[in-house]
């Protein structure tokens, strides 16, 4: 069943989308409310499952992780036997991203690690589970990415920055333990107070304060935002993948910067595989969509060479880090 927010509510999710380690006094200062009212819409959010998680934004570049997807379209293969495999999936740490969907690809499956070998086994790991049911495939890695907030919630987004880089050649930095202990606390839940972790990983309140702040100094901790229930709130994720002719530096960019002026824009990727870019809106309709897709086939028809899209009809696991 879709959920009717009022204005507060989705200024309050576009807040939190935005920072969600603000405090709720700061909120209450910008949309107008009292903060105990702030963390009474907070908490009926969470229990109507609205708000499904807090997460982390960090900068895989600057952590040496290489991000890479697979997508597949399936053959002989039943929704019991589907299921089982994604289980398993869901199991194993490598795995940030698993989502069915309706399109090209029926599921798409995001990993992490450090290598180029590391990549190739996991890529081979993760077909040998699907045997002979795959009918194709397609893997695209991931070089440059940056995520937006949700303009389309609130009419007023001037005064915020509308996006945070997640992936783009940067300098690499050592983490120590604590630092990866603190950013794997984090993106359970961005939410968790500093004495929460203190306690969690036996460290001081002192010293996961500092190292909190010297992981947002050297933007390695880029963000916090949230993940919401798109069935809820009546929105449709969709993916698209767009094959790029005539690839100019310069024609690409005005692409890019064309993309990142639509407030419903919230992932940009540019990847290298069979397709070149994977931008993701987050829309109220398939019409919009619609709407967005042919206007950017009309500005920019003489380098977009196909756009392929895909509806995101559930997420099985999305963590990012």
């Known amino acids: ?67 890479f997807k697979i997508c597949l379209s399936f053959q002989h293969l039943n929704s019991k036997k589907l299921n089982d495999i994604i289980d398993k999936l869901k199991k194993i740490n490598s ?11 029926e599921l798409i499956i995001s990993l992490e690690t450090d290598s180029i070998e590391n990549m190739n086994q996991l890529k081979n790991n993760v077909i040998a589970l ?6 194709d495939k397609a893997i695209s890695i991931l070089v440059e990415a940056q995520n937006y907030n949700r303009d389309y919630l609130v009419k007023d987004t001037s005064t915020l920055e509308r996006s945070r880089i997640i992936m783009k050649q940067s300098k690499k930095y050592e983490t120590n333990k604590i630092d990866l202990a603190i ?5 359970e839940n961005s939410k968790k107070s500093i004495v929460e972790i203190a306690k969690d990983l036996n460290q001081t309140v002192r010293i996961i304060n500092y ?39 310069e024609k690409i960019n005005l692409l890019i910067k064309y993309l990142e002026q639509n407030k419903n824009l919230i992932h940009h990727v540019k990847v290298l595989g069979n397709w070149d870019l994977e931008p993701e809106f987050e829309v109220y309709s ?7 897709l042919e206007d950017i086939k009309d500005k920019f028809s003489d380098i977009v060479k196909k ?10 696991k999305f963590v990012y880090l």
């Open 183 to 187: 950013l794997k606390s984090l993106a």
């Open 95 to 105: 795995i940030k991203w698993i989502v069915s969907c309706k399109g090209n690809w």
């Open 286 to 292: 398939e019409r919009e969509f619609d709407k967005i």
């Open 1 to 67: 069943m879709t959920i009717n927010l009022d204005l507060k509510d989705k200024r309050l999710l576009y807040e939190l989308d935005y920072n969600s380690r603000q405090s709720s006094l700061r909120i209450a200062k910008k949309i107008g409310l009292s903060p105990e009212v702030v963390n009474y819409r907070i908490k009926r959010l969470e229990k109507e499952n609205i708000i499904k998680q807090y997460q982390i934004i960090a900068n895989l570049s600057a952590l040496n992780i290489l991000q």
């Open 307 to 316: 756009i392929e899209t895909i509806t995101i009809l559930k997420e099985h």
């Open 130 to 135: 699907f045997e002979n049911h795959i009918r």
């Open 211 to 249: 190292r909190i702040k010297q992981l947002e100094k050297k933007k390695i901790i880029l963000g916090y935002k949230i993940a919401i229930n798109y069935e809820k709130l009546g929105i449709k994720l969709f993916k698209t993948f767009i094959y790029l002719d005539n690839q100019s530096k």
